[in-house]
């Protein structure tokens, strides 16, 4: 069984600070890693997908995979009280195959 | 462009009642995917349809039908609706392949009672 593993939190931050946040996955076949961001009550939003190991920077946000080691992260620079969220992480297998979630991780950045 | 459209957004049925959730995208996506979410088990596949006239079973099918149809919509059936199926349900589209990203309406939140 296909398994996504998060930390659910809540993970505190000072404001201005970094914020890391870690997932594990199961499935060695996963191919595509994706983060979503949650605020309550609304649809997830995507932030990064990342498909190689290595580094993917877009703005404020650095995803980070390691294929060996089954593990995908989310940096987040210069936090804002607007990243306080909830954060999802996803991984499909490859093709046109749905996406698998983590349960999240619940994100407050104090002002 | 409104990216991917749901109604209802709010819904709530007896038990044993039957309804369809409605899901439509601009985007021109050949791939379309329902999930539900509910508290302490996140974001679960239930069918998806890789392309128009296709469609899968995903993670957690039963007590569901789906219809794809055109390439624009696609729509989820409770039959006979249960208390268990209360939770909030996701549309989401891509363009397909291995690396395309999906992108979520925003969603119906579903009591059955």
């Known amino acids: 069984q296909k398994e996504v593993e998060q930390n659910s939190g809540p993970l505190s931050v000072p404001e201005g600070a970094i914020a890391s946040l870690n997932c594990t996955y199961s499935?060695?076949?996963?191919?595509?890693f994706f983060w979503y961001r949650q605020y309550s009550g609304k649809s997830p939003e995507l932030i990064m997908s990342i498909y190689s190991n290595g580094d993917k920077e877009d703005g404020r946000f650095t995803a980070q995979l390691n294929k060996a080691s089954q593990y995908v992260s989310l940096l987040i620079r210069d936090s804002q009280p607007s990243d306080s969220a909830t954060y999802l992480c996803?991984?499909?297998?490859?093709?046109?195959?749905?996406?698998?979630f983590g349960k999240g991780t619940h994100l407050i950045i104090q002002p | 462009n409104a990216g991917v459209t749901q109604t209802p957004k709010f819904q709530v049925l007896k038990t044993g009642q039957s309804m369809t959730l409605q899901c439509a995208q601009d985007?021109?996506?050949?791939?379309m995917y329902w999930y539900r979410q509910d508290p302490g088990m996140g974001l679960r596949l239930i069918y998806y349809?890789?392309?128009?006239?296709?469609?899968d079973k995903g993670e957690v099918p039963n007590g569901y039908n789906v219809s794809r149809l055109n390439k624009r919509e696609f729509s989820l059936r409770l039959e006979s609706a249960a208390p268990s199926q209360t939770s909030v349900y996701f549309c989401?589209?891509?363009?397909?392949?291995?690396?395309?990203?999906?992108?979520f309406g925003p969603g119906t939140r579903l009591t059955v009672t």
């Open positions: 349809s890789a392309s128009e006239g296709t469609t």
């Open positions: 985007m021109n996506h050949n791939s």
């Open positions: 499935d060695r076949g996963s191919q595509s």
């Open positions: 989401a589209s891509s363009v397909t392949g291995s690396r395309d990203e999906q992108y």
């Open positions: 996803a991984v499909r297998r490859g093709g046109a195959d749905g996406l698998t």
